[in-house]
């Protein structure tokens, strides 16, 4: 889309891997100064080009465009069926979690690897620490990788247990 569109042509000295994920900005060179829209930013886990998406309190499925559109008419009817929960969980004693309530019984499905576990062991729901219930949730905006399939909210706490879990 950019100058720097394809990972590979990233200006490798430019990034800034020390400071948090979400403040990564690649700067253009050789351009006049740029908008907001022109800025790319990277996936922290795969290096793709992220994009911006709308979407609800949980963390996993959230920019999914028929949660969105559940939440939305939830707000409209001013949270008259309350369709979806969400809550907040600690994972690992640590890590927070905002999910919708069948994304945490889903949990489990992960692959042990994914949260950087050993062996069989899985993150199972029962180990979701329930930390708060959100009231009157609304709808909200975040960085999506389009090949991972996730939000990097999600992203950024999974590769955080990893490191936690791998030490
Ligand atoms: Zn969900
Ligand atoms: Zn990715």
């Known amino acids: 889309m950019f100058l720097f569109s394809s990972p590979a042509l990233l200006p490798i000295g430019a990034t800034c891997a020390t400071i948090e994920p979400d403040r990564i900005e690649i700067v253009p060179i050789f351009s006049k ?3 907001d829209e022109m800025k790319t930013e990277q996936c922290p886990e795969c290096g ?3 994009e911006v998406r709308e979407t609800t309190p949980c963390m996993e499925c959230g920019t999914l465009p028929d949660q969105v559109e559940l939440l939305r ?5 001013r949270y008259a069926h309350d369709s979806v929960e969400y809550c907040t969980y600690r994972v690992f004693d640590t890590f927070e979690l905002t999910l919708c309530d069948s994304c945490a019984i889903g949990i489990g499905s992960y692959r042990p690897e994914y949260f950087g576990l050993a062996g069989n062991r899985r993150l199972g729901f029962e180990e979701l620490d329930l930390l708060k219930r959100i009231t009157a949730p609304s709808l909200g ?7 991972c399939k996730k939000r990097v909210a999600f992203i950024d706490v999974v590769l955080k247990v990893r490191e936690c879990n791998a030490s």
Do not use: M
């Open 33 to 35: 100064p740029v908008g």
């Open 48 to 50: 793709s080009e992220l």
């Open 73 to 77: 008419q939830d707000i409209a009817e």
């Open 141 to 147: 905006k975040d960085k999506y990788c389009p090949e």
